[in-house]
């Protein structure tokens, strides 16, 4: 499996942002990286959903196809 340096960094980022926001608690990075994760899998599928037209009853495809891809890279 490769991976996506450019993704898992952004995954970082945010992951750092989140727990700055939170008080930086001590022994929660995976919890933060999930949930960095999941906040970009939101936005992958928010702006897939977007750009097809935003079509109603079809945004759990949308989610699907953005996960999927995460996951592969």
Same mark, same amino acid.
């Given at each position: 499996?490769?991976?996506?340096? #450019?993704? #898992?960094?952004?995954?970082? @980022? ?6 700055? @926001? ?13 949930? #960095? ?5 939101? @936005?992958? #599928? ?28």
């Amino acid at each position: 499996m490769h991976k996506n340096t #450019a993704i #898992a960094e952004r995954i970082r @980022q945010t992951a750092y942002f989140m727990w700055e @926001q939170d008080g930086r608690p001590e022994g929660q990075a995976m919890a933060y990286w999930l949930r #960095a994760k999941e906040a970009l899998i939101r @936005q992958l #599928a928010y702006d897939r959903w977007l750009a097809g037209g935003a079509p109603p009853d079809s945004s759990e495809l949308f989610w699907t196809e953005a996960e999927r891809e995460l996951l592969e890279k």
